[in-house]
């Protein structure tokens, strides 16, 4: 089984550059996230999608726009890249069923160096 | 807003020994409490959950135990394999959502 993929896996930047890091999922789950981790500070939410077609901020958004055209794909874009966004990007899925059951499914991380 | 704090490390011990990590919460409601483990240069994967109070989740030898009087959920395993080396994030959700909380977590290393 796949579960959640991300791509790429490693990417080095310029300061100013743009990309995008895709994460697809075929579990057919509702709910998709994108976490940053860093040293000392944990994952912490960028963005989050309730279902395909919407998207909400989560606790640090600043510098990242995402979209979820398809149910299973969730895309993480950095417009204009800062060193302060190097980091591991983590996307994960989840059912999304009532009771916060919280079973979140992780890909393997994106490590993203800005220069 | 809701909050997860826990034992940061990073700790070594020995194989076969004694192992607990303390996890506290501040939340509103009643959460659902995790701990996460990931393993090196992999995701997160769920190790166990409890989603009531005085719940217990167990799992690979793991336990943790839902504590609401003392807004706890600490793991613990009674003997520690090399294998259990990785970073172990404890985790909320409140009842009605599927975004987690996450404490900074904390890192092992088991030694043979």
């Known amino acids: 089984n796949a579960g959640v993929t991300q791509t790429p896996k490693f990417r080095v930047l310029k300061t100013g550059q743009s990309m995008t890091l895709l994460c697809a999922q075929d579990?057919?789950?509702?709910?998709m996230y994108w976490y940053r981790q860093d040293p000392g500070m944990g994952l912490r939410l960028i963005h989050y999608?309730?279902?395909?077609?919407?998207?909400a901020k989560g606790e640090v958004p600043d510098g990242y726009n995402v979209s979820r055209l398809k149910k299973q794909n969730f895309l993480l874009g950095l417009e204009s890249a800062a060193p302060s966004q190097t980091s591991v990007y983590f996307c994960?899925?989840?059912?999304?069923?009532?009771?916060?059951?919280?079973?979140?499914?992780f890909g393997e991380g994106s490590r993203l160096t800005v220069l | 807003g809701n909050s997860v704090t826990q034992m940061e490390g990073p700790v070594t011990l020995s194989e076969e020994a004694f192992l607990t990590i303390n996890c506290t919460y501040t939340?509103?409601?009643?959460?659902?409490l995790f701990w996460y483990v990931q393993y090196p240069g992999e995701g997160l994967q769920l190790l166990l959950k409890?989603?009531?109070?005085?719940d217990k989740g167990s799992n690979k030898g793991f336990e943790a135990t839902y504590r609401k009087e003392t807004t706890s959920f600490h793991l613990e395993k009674g003997s520690v394999q090399v294998s259990d080396s990785a970073v172990y994030f404890c985790?909320?959700?409140?009842?009605?959502?599927?975004?987690?909380?996450f404490g900074k977590g904390m890192k092992l290393t088991v030694n043979p």
């Open positions: 994960a899925s989840s059912a999304g069923t009532s009771g916060g059951r919280g079973e979140l499914f």
């Open positions: 579990m057919n789950h509702e709910y």
């Open positions: 999608s309730v279902g395909e077609g919407t998207t």
């Open positions: 939340a509103t409601g009643y959460p659902s």
């Open positions: 409890a989603t009531k109070a005085d």
């Open positions: 985790a909320l959700s409140d009842g009605g959502s599927e975004k987690l909380v």
